[in-house]
């Protein structure tokens, strides 16, 4: 694992990488949450660029060590779908067995909702690659409970800032985010690749659903 960088230098690098594989797009978008957004932020193609995903995922193991502590769970799961590769990786370099949650019940088989093992009372590390409501990492968590194992914890790489740091928090899970995305829009602008009328459309956005 590379040596740690700053929390400062860690979220410029992230906005670099999120800009050069064109991670951000401007238009009208229909989110997993049903919500309409101005912009969209596509974390999925980040593992089809094999620099940057090892980049973020190094950032993300560094971070999970600094701010959650890794004596804190003893297990990773991803959320479905892009959650996953990112979890299996950090899993791989964190030491730490890995599973992930299926988006249904499989009608066959064992007919389980989650892949891999959980004992009773083990704390689970949810790990997804951002988060707008949190709707769908509540959903894990209560699958996860379901099967006796415990989470108090989540980590993303980005932070929307649309309500679902406050909406986990009602379940009793701190949300752990590399970034937010006030953070990368104004890095961005900073650097030229965003212009003021991009940038205002994203803190609208964020001023928007906060007012919800």
Known sequence: ???????????????????????????????????????????????????????????????????????????????????IPFASLIAYQLEKPFLYIRKGVRRHGRERR????????????LVDDLITTGLSLQNAAKTIVAEGGLVTDAAVLLDRQEGGKKKLSESLIKLHALVNVAEVANTLHELGTIDEEQLKTILKQIKTERKR
């Open 114 to 125: 989650i892949e891999g093992v959980i004992a009773p009372g083990e704390r689970i590390l």
């Open 1 to 83: 694992m590379p040596s740690k960088k700053t929390g400062e230098s860690m979220k410029i690098e992230i906005s670099r990488i999120l800009n050069s594989i064109g991670a951000f797009q401007f238009g009208a978008f229909r989110l997993t949450s049903g919500k309409m957004s101005p912009y969209y932020i596509d974390l999925r193609v980040i593992p089809s660029f094999p620099d940057a995903f090892r980049k973020i995922c190094n950032f993300y193991a560094d971070f999970i060590i600094d701010n959650v502590e890794t004596k804190n769970f003893e297990r990773i799961a991803g959320i479905p779908v892009a959650g």
